[in-house]
């Protein structure tokens, strides 16, 4: 499975494959048709307290990290997300955040490679 980042306000691609949205809030200024979304795996993006601990400064990209596994890890939802994903060639990981090199989605797309 090859796995893509990029933010949901970008133009949807045709090499885009399956496309998720992985945050738990919807992006604002989208509508829903124009997010041309097959899932919106909000059961399985950063809980609001960690997302607001990293937000706010209070911890670093490598607290936020090691917390976003552990809630993986922990969360019932993760299992029933792989599974809806394991057959797709293509994933496209999307977030509304500016910097994606720092969000949830490299978190989310290691955590995927490594429970393929």
Partial sequence: MKILEKRIYEEP???????????RLWPRGMKKENAH????????????????AY????????EFSKRYLKEL????????FLDKIRNEKIVTLLTSVKEVGISELPVLKGFIEKNQ
Avoid: M, Q, V, Y
């Avoid at 691609?13 to 945050?23: P, V």
């Avoid at 937000?55 to 490598?62: A, L, M, Q, S, W």
């Avoid at 890890?73 to 029933?80: F, I, K, R, S």
């Fill in 13 to 23: 691609a045709s090499t885009d494959g399956f496309r998720i949205l992985a945050d």
């Fill in 37 to 52: 979304l097959d899932l919106w795996a909000k059961e399985i993006a950063p809980s609001t307290e960690l997302r607001k």
């Fill in 55 to 62: 937000h706010g400064k209070e911890i670093d990209f490598e």
């Fill in 73 to 80: 890890d922990e969360n019932p939802e993760t299992a029933a």
